[in-house]
């Protein structure tokens, strides 16, 4: 039976039909702090979105937000604490997630558009936890500030992604001798609104985009990907900046060069191959493509600024490093003066990251900083502080710091 | 000036019934009332209505004060903001060249319309006053940077 009668309005949809723009400007926008009623204490401004955990909202417009370090604590990210990060708007995505089309052209013998529903029963399915950093990840570290969102370490995430190989694909379209990069395309509209050109457009070496764990993933955590995290299908290509994971996969473009989208040139996800005076323009010609990401190490427990009641420590994080395993983790409570190893777990597979644990007896009451510092495989560690300045702040790896007080 | 003040009253008058009126449509002045919805016509089971906007991110307006005060603030503001959030810009700390070439990145990159060489020039004034580098440390007084 058809609902009738009465029914309670919904404040927000009627505010809808009456324009946000008017009313809505004199009203706290949906998602501040003080919608929620969140503690006036300063702080970042908490997410409120449905679906998602109350990360710290680094921008509004486009959406991006960060995972706490404390909310990074669990082995296997949930969806509701992956981070977000939008280069433009997120896209309408309705009717059958299946008919959705991938194109796959350029330097192939036979070009295709593959509907999700051909993807998912021509090509085998797999399922790994892979990493999910932002480019940007640590930004918030270089002194001075570089441009762009200010991300502490929480653009990143390890959940379980399930999907097709993106080299199954690659391989029934036929690569070319001349294949040698992709460039690949999403639905978001850019920033302005504009859907006739893409708000950025980034891309891999063909090596890496036939990797085994490169992914064109429709599943995050074994459920339906949600629209922010790029349903129905989207790219998941791990250890490298996430702007090459494309959200809402149109195209897969391959290239008889490096891919020169929107977000490939100038400082855009490069690094300095010669040092840059910090704080200085620098010059574009100096930078290099930043390819696989730092090594990183965070505290997840205890939370920076828990007070303790006992000496007795026991922290754990994760570890992670680009296209590298982890070696080892060192635990310093004195300022880097002595380091003391911590227990560092095997990935769950490649491109996993990997936990670290450790138990230390401070050796008194008072205030402490505990540092973690990881090494990788090829003994490559974290600087004391953020490195090698550039103007858009790629590649701040320092070694992460909690703050803990010791109470008697 | 009494017919003065009656067109005012008459203006003013208006303006507040509109007032009342759009309150009204809002709820505000309703709340926790309930309103009567039609039973829904018997058409065959019309598909589930797709909310396009299911998922997507909570909408969001900012304001020209969400600015800090100063000269060229609102021209600022309605430069920018038809991308961006306030809140990225007043997350950064650049010196005036930085803000110089951040201008060009989005014309240059993220194709911005074009500015007015005298607005640019204003635009910059004020970022570069307001949002100057404020994170001290090794890096901040660095004696390569003129």
Known sequence: MPRSGTTKASRRNVLKGVGMATIGASLPPVGSALAQGAPAAKGPKLLDMEGKAKLAVLGDKPLVAETQAELLDDNVTPTAKLFIRNNGQVPDVTGDPKAWKVKIDGEVNTPMEISVGDLMSKFPAV??????????????????????????????????????????????????????????YGADPTLAGDTDKPSISRGVPIAKAMEEHTLIAFKLNGQDMPLIHGAPVRLVIPGWPASVSTKWLKRVWVRDKEH??????????RVPKKP??????????????LESMPVRSVITFPADGTRLTSRKLDLRGHAWAGDFDIKTVDISTDYGVTWKPAKVDAPANKYAWQNFSASIELPTTGYYEVWAKATDSKGVTQPFQAANWNPQGYGANPINRIRVLVES | ??????????????????????????????????????????VAAAPAAVDPDKGKPPPHNDKVEDLPEGKNRELTFYTCTACHGVALIKAQGLT???????????????????????ERTEILDYLAEQFPPRRKGRGSDNPFLK
């Open chain 1, 127 to 184: 399922t790994y936890q892979l990493m999910l950093e932002c480019g940007g990840n640590g930004r918030s570290f270089f002194t001075p500030e570089a441009r762009g969102n200010q991300w502490t370490n929480g653009g990143a995430g390890c959940p379980m992604w399930t999907g097709v190989r993106l080299a199954d694909v690659l391989k029934a379209a036929g690569l070319k001798s001349s294949a040698v990069y992709i460039g690949s």
């Open chain 1, 260 to 269: 020169d989208g929107p977000g490939m040139g100038g400082f855009s996800y």
């Open chain 1, 276 to 289: 840059i005076v910090p704080g200085s323009k620098g010059d574009e010609k100096d930078m290099a493509i």
């Open chain 2, 1 to 42: 000036m009494s017919q003065i003040n009656v067109i005012h009253a008459a203006v003013i008058g208006l303006a507040a019934t509109f007032v009342v009126l759009a309150f009204d449509r809002a709820g505000e002045l309703r709340k926790d009332q309930y309103v009567y919805v039609p039973p829904a016509p018997k």
């Open chain 2, 96 to 118: 005036r060249d930085l803000w110089d070439s951040t201008l060009d990145l989005m014309v240059e990159k993220h194709r911005m319309p074009p500015i007015k060489p005298e």
